[in-house]
């Protein structure tokens, strides 16, 4: 049973009870250190036990016991006395051997030492203020001087580092931009900080950091001849890499090189001078100094962005150790090529870029298959970078596509086949359409490689993000995708299949690319839309690039989309409606929108169940301008595209507002006019212009009655989307298309999509781009004079006021 108990009342508890605890730690500590030194292992391992289930209450209590802790002379003595009880374990590491019973549960409670420590400052980093001079101390001691040498363990290491790293940097010990407005602890806090990291020291850590800490051990060098995947992938930061010294060890460095930089920053260059020109192959240390040099001046790229003049640096020094072909010197080959990655974006002249990629070229046929592994790495973050010019690279394209495909062929685990596809995908998308002649042999072994893969669910993703950029190289070309591609969709998108929460986000984005990108419909690729009702059950973040789908679907075929689907996507979208934000009921009235637009009589007919709401929302004056906005534009397309059935739509919800057709009718004209800065966009508000025009000319009284109204909204559409020309002082619709025209591409422009063909010819046709407004309201003016007289149309004229009479007569000048 859990008990529910006050913070008062645990703070009183933590209280009464920790002179015990605090009595008994020390009584269980004193003894376990008795009996190690008098060689009584067995005994000692006995009393190590209740020192461990005593410092676990002691860590809890000290941690979460108290809201002043500093205030309580008991809990900083605790806290001031765990250093001393540190070093005094730490001595029993020399007593007790590495393979006896009693080490491993030592080790666990020297880290439960420094787990206090670490809890307390993260928790309570004022109170911990007295404490920091001897935690920088004590830390430092251990890891970065002799004091460690025999007793330190790598856990301990992490620990300790981990210790500093938090007091260099927390926020609660930098004082404010304005000095003044610092405070008090602050500034005590960064003057102990100040104080501690003098010169000597700084300098020490840094030379320490490099030279110790981030060379590559025995064990890592013999994982690189022995597993070489594993080793790159560890390296790049694999699950089992972040839990181990080296990434503490980084993170401490960009740290402290951050913070101290003008003083650290001479220190590495100085390392850098000392190890210019080629290591000699038969001084490994030398190399592996070199590399774990590199690897800092790789961490510290922006830190030394002013200090560094990496171009020089990459002709002159980087370019001459990649040509070193011996290997031995692969370890260099590997990191100056990793080296050059971490400054490509940083500082590196675009016109190196082609050097850079004849590099790249060569060391993709390195012997050595982790120079192979991070020199793909690099390619990525070439590619990816915002000065990456694709006509820089073409002339390397086909080779270099052609070895990441056989290095692809080459790893055998899954983190590598991942890594190696990343880069592959990051390659097509960049150069997009120049891709087509080089996949051939892509495109033949991902359906072998998908096999493959099927309890691998991460690389599963990984080839999805291929076949996305696939597709969009590809274009209309990926049809001779589709007998791998529609079955991977299928799957990937199928809630009811286990790999879905996987791979549902990707292979969504690949159904809607692949649509996107196909000339025409296939049954097979009309089919996969019986996966879509479930999708939309789930109403999960991929709701919104299901719209796009559907939307898609219309644009590619639709007589056959909604022949097959409207009935059951028109059922959705009523449950849907039922529950949904505001943003989704737009989403769903723009797919009608599109429905109606692409196909007016289909479309009408087929979401007739959902517009009586439509009509309801206007009537009623929705109070959503954007959900307004768009009942208005379905409104506005029936009107204008399919007149009939709006009357029998208007006749069916006359009768359920208890009211004439046309009374209602009058209402909505009224309620449009009211309501039509709810309507921002442009196109919209053209369409909503022609469509109330459309009723013209008409001898119906309620609709003479809004004639002002229409009017009004017409002059407001005209001024949104007519242009003066300047040279004539004639006006002309800017939304008019005369003609499909291919656009003209930058390098960097992608090219237009097949859908993007399909909109702009569906422009064409639409009445918003092809019929003039200016001409249109000219015509319908004319034809209700005729109808009416000139009498009669005058007495309707002076309807409307005079100002937007005289700005109506300017836009229609010379017709």
Same mark, same amino acid.
């Given at each position: 049973?859990?008990?529910?108990?006050?913070?008062?009342?645990?703070?009183?508890?933590?209280?009464?009870?920790?002179?015990?605890?605090?009595?008994?730690?020390?009584?269980?500590?004193?003894?376990?250190?008795?009996?190690?030194?008098?060689?009584?292992?067995?005994?000692?391992?006995?009393?190590?036990?209740?020192?461990?289930?005593?410092?676990?209450?002691?860590?809890?209590?000290?941690?979460?016991?108290?809201?002043?802790?500093?205030?309580?002379?008991?809990?900083?003595?605790?806290?001031?006395?765990?250093?001393?009880?540190?070093?005094?374990?730490?001595?029993?590491?020399?007593?007790?051997?590495?393979?006896?019973?009693?080490?491993?549960?030592?080790?666990?409670?020297?880290?439960?030492?420094?787990?206090?420590?670490?809890?307390?400052?993260?928790?309570?980093?004022?109170?911990?203020?007295?404490?920091?001079?001897?935690?920088?101390?004590?830390?430092?001691?251990?890891?970065?001087?002799?004091?460690?040498?025999?007793?330190?363990?790598?856990?301990?290491?992490?620990?300790?580092?981990?210790?500093?790293?938090?007091?260099?940097?927390?926020?609660?010990?930098?004082?404010?931009?304005?000095?003044?407005?610092?405070?008090?602890?602050?500034?005590?806090?960064?003057?102990?900080?100040?104080?501690?990291?003098?010169?000597?020291?700084?300098?020490?850590?840094?030379?320490?950091?490099?030279?110790?800490?981030?060379?590559?051990?025995?064990?890592?060098?013999?994982?690189?001849?022995?597993?070489?995947?594993?080793?790159?992938?560890?390296?790049?930061?694999?699950?089992?890499?972040?839990?181990?010294?080296?990434?503490?060890?980084?993170?401490?460095?960009?740290?402290?090189?951050?913070?101290?930089?003008?003083?650290?920053?001479?220190?590495?260059?100085?390392?850098? /001078?000392? !190890?210019?020109?080629? @290591?000699? &192959?038969? *001084?490994? $240390?030398?190399?592996?100094?070199?590399?774990? #040099?590199?690897?800092?001046?790789?961490?510290?790229?922006?830190?030394?962005?002013?200090?560094?003049?990496?171009?020089?640096?990459?002709?002159?020094?980087?370019?001459?150790?990649?040509?070193?072909?011996?290997?031995?010197?692969?370890?260099?080959?590997?990191?100056?090529?990793?080296?050059?990655?971490?400054?490509?974006?940083?500082?590196?002249?675009?016109?190196?870029?082609?050097?850079?990629?004849?590099?790249?070229?060569?060391?993709?046929?390195?012997?050595?298959?982790?120079?192979?592994?991070?020199?793909?790495?690099?390619?990525?973050?070439?590619?990816?970078?915002?000065?990456?010019?694709?006509?820089?690279?073409?002339?390397?394209?086909?080779?270099?596509?052609?070895?990441?495909?056989?290095?692809?062929?080459?790893?055998?685990?899954?983190?590598?086949?991942? /890594?190696? !596809?990343?880069?592959? @995908?990051? &390659?097509? *998308?960049? $150069?997009?359409?120049?891709?087509?002649?080089? #996949?051939?042999?892509?495109?033949?072994?991902?359906?072998?490689?998908?096999?493959?893969?099927?309890?691998?669910?991460?690389?599963?993703?990984?080839?999805?993000?291929?076949?996305?950029?696939?597709?969009?190289?590809?274009?209309?070309?990926?049809?001779?995708?589709?007998?791998?591609?529609?079955?991977?969709?299928?799957?990937?998108?199928?809630?009811?299949?286990?790999?879905?929460?996987?791979?549902?986000?990707?292979?969504?984005?690949?159904?809607?690319?692949?649509?996107?990108?196909?000339?025409?419909?296939?049954?097979?690729?009309?089919?996969?839309?019986?996966?879509?009702?479930?999708?939309?059950?789930?109403?999960?973040?991929?709701?919104?690039?299901?719209?796009?789908?559907?939307?898609?679907?219309?644009?590619?075929?639709?007589?056959?989309?909604?022949?097959?689907?409207?009935?059951?996507?028109?059922?959705?979208?009523? *449950?849907?409606?039922?529950?949904?934000?505001?943003?989704?009921?737009?989403?769903?009235?723009?797919?009608?929108?599109?429905?109606?637009?692409?196909?007016?009589?289909?479309?009408?007919?087929?979401?007739?169940?959902?517009?009586?709401?439509?009509?309801?929302?206007?009537?009623?004056?929705?109070?959503?301008?954007?959900?307004?906005?768009?009942?208005?534009?379905?409104?506005?397309?029936?009107?204008?595209?399919?007149?009939?059935?709006?009357?029998?739509?208007?006749?069916?919800?006359?009768?359920?507002?208890?009211?004439?057709?046309?009374?209602?009718?009058?209402?909505?004209?009224?309620?449009?006019?009211?309501?039509?800065?709810?309507?921002?966009?442009?196109?919209?508000?053209?369409?909503?212009?022609?469509?109330?025009?459309?009723?013209?000319?008409?001898?119906?009284?309620?609709?003479?009655?809004?004639?002002?109204?229409?009017?009004?909204?017409?002059?407001?559409?005209?001024?949104?989307?007519?242009?003066?020309?300047?040279?004539?002082?004639?006006?002309?619709?800017?939304?008019?298309?005369?003609?499909?025209?291919?656009?003209?591409?930058?390098?960097?422009?992608?090219?237009?999509?097949?859908?993007?063909?399909?909109?702009?010819?569906?422009?064409?046709?639409?009445?918003?781009?092809?019929?003039?407004?200016?001409?249109?309201?000219?015509?319908?003016?004319?034809?209700?004079?005729?109808?009416?007289?000139?009498?009669?149309?005058?007495?309707?004229?002076?309807?409307?006021?005079?100002?937007?009479?005289?700005?109506?007569?300017?836009?229609?000048?010379?017709?």
């Amino acid at each position: 049973m859990c008990l529910d108990i006050p913070h008062s009342v645990s703070f009183q508890l933590a209280s009464s009870i920790y002179s015990f605890a605090c009595s008994l730690w020390n009584h269980h500590t004193d003894t376990f250190l008795q009996q190690i030194y008098a060689g009584d292992q067995q005994t000692a391992l006995s009393s190590l036990e209740r020192t461990l289930l005593s410092l676990k209450v002691l860590r809890k209590l000290t941690v979460h016991g108290f809201t002043e802790p500093n205030n309580n002379m008991e809990v900083m003595g605790f806290l001031n006395a765990v250093f001393e009880r540190l070093k005094q374990f730490l001595e029993c590491c020399r007593q007790v051997g590495p393979g006896s019973p009693c080490r491993e549960k030592l080790e666990k409670t020297i880290i439960l030492y420094t787990k206090v420590l670490l809890d307390f400052l993260e928790y309570h980093p004022w109170p911990f203020i007295p404490l920091i001079q001897r935690s920088l101390e004590f830390a430092v001691s251990y890891v970065f001087t002799e004091a460690g040498e025999g007793v330190v363990f790598e856990r301990f290491i992490v620990q300790c580092m981990n210790l500093i790293k938090m007091i260099v940097k927390n926020d609660a010990y930098k004082p404010a931009k304005n000095i003044e407005d610092s405070k008090p602890e602050s500034l005590e806090a960064y003057k102990i900080k100040t104080a501690f990291f003098t010169h000597q020291t700084l300098t020490e850590i840094g030379r320490r950091l490099v030279s110790k800490y981030f060379l590559l051990t025995e064990e890592e060098l013999t994982m690189w001849e022995e597993d070489p995947e594993s080793f790159a992938v560890e390296e790049t930061g694999g699950d089992s890499w972040k839990y181990s010294l080296r990434p503490c060890t980084e993170v401490l460095f960009l740290d402290v090189f951050h913070n101290y930089s003008q003083t650290l920053t001479p220190v590495l260059l100085e390392m850098v /001078q000392n !190890l210019q020109g080629p @290591s000699n &192959v038969e *001084e490994p $240390v030398q190399m592996l100094m070199k590399d774990a #040099v590199y690897n800092a001046v790789g961490l510290a790229a922006y830190e030394l962005f002013d200090n560094v003049d990496f171009d020089q640096w990459f002709k002159n020094q980087l370019l001459g150790e990649l040509q070193v072909s011996h290997n031995r010197y692969k370890l260099i080959r590997r990191r100056v090529i990793w080296l050059i990655g971490q400054w490509i974006s940083v500082k590196f002249k675009p016109d190196l870029r082609p050097l850079l990629y004849e590099v790249i070229l060569s060391l993709m046929q390195d012997p050595d298959l982790v120079v192979r592994i991070e020199t793909a790495t690099t390619l990525k973050l070439a590619v990816d970078d915002f000065e990456f010019r694709t006509e820089q690279f073409l002339p390397y394209l086909e080779s270099i596509f052609s070895l990441l495909f056989q290095l692809l062929q080459q790893v055998n685990e899954c983190d590598t086949k991942m /890594q190696v !596809l990343h880069v592959i @995908s990051c &390659v097509i *998308e960049r $150069v997009s359409i120049q891709i087509r002649p080089y #996949v051939g042999c892509l495109v033949q072994y991902l359906p072998l490689l998908w096999k493959q893969s099927e309890e691998h669910n991460m690389l599963r993703c990984a080839i999805l993000t291929t076949l996305i950029h696939l597709v969009q190289g590809l274009g209309a070309e990926s049809k001779n995708l589709y007998p791998f591609l529609l079955p991977v969709i299928q799957l990937s998108t199928d809630v009811s299949q286990p790999p879905h929460v996987y791979l549902l986000e990707d292979g969504l984005e690949l159904w809607l690319v692949t649509l996107e990108n196909s000339s025409a419909i296939t049954p097979e690729l009309l089919r996969i839309f019986q996966n879509m009702s479930a999708l939309l059950e789930l109403s999960s973040e991929n709701v919104r690039t299901c719209f796009q789908i559907i939307n898609a679907y219309i644009y590619l075929s639709a007589t056959d989309f909604l022949q097959n689907y409207a009935e059951a996507l028109c059922r959705s979208f009523c *449950e849907l409606l039922k529950d949904i934000s505001t943003e989704g009921q737009v989403q769903v009235l723009k797919v009608v929108e599109s429905a109606i637009k692409v196909s007016p009589i289909l479309g009408s007919h087929m979401f007739q169940p959902l517009l009586p709401s439509v009509i309801r929302g206007i009537v009623e004056g929705e109070r959503y301008p954007v959900v307004m906005s768009t009942h208005l534009g379905v409104t506005g397309r029936i009107l204008l595209q399919n007149s009939g059935f709006f009357t029998s739509l208007l006749t069916q919800m006359a009768a359920e507002f208890n009211q004439e057709a046309d009374q209602l009718l009058g209402n909505m004209i009224e309620m449009w006019v009211d309501r039509m800065d709810n309507i921002t966009q442009p196109e919209r508000r053209k369409l909503s212009a022609l469509a109330l025009l459309s009723l013209l000319p008409s001898e119906n009284g309620v609709i003479q009655d809004k004639f002002c109204g229409i009017v009004n909204i017409s002059v407001e559409a005209l001024h949104d989307v007519m242009t003066e020309d300047p040279e004539t002082s004639t006006f002309k619709d800017c939304m008019l298309m005369s003609h499909f025209e291919e656009p003209k591409l930058t390098d960097d422009e992608e090219p237009p999509t097949e859908q993007d063909k399909r909109k702009r010819l569906l422009a064409l046709e639409d009445p918003v781009h092809s019929v003039s407004l200016q001409q249109f309201v000219y015509e319908k003016l004319k034809a209700q004079q005729m109808l009416m007289g000139d009498q009669g149309f005058q007495a309707l004229m002076e309807t409307v006021d005079t100002e937007i009479v005289r700005q109506l007569q300017e836009f229609l000048q010379g017709m």
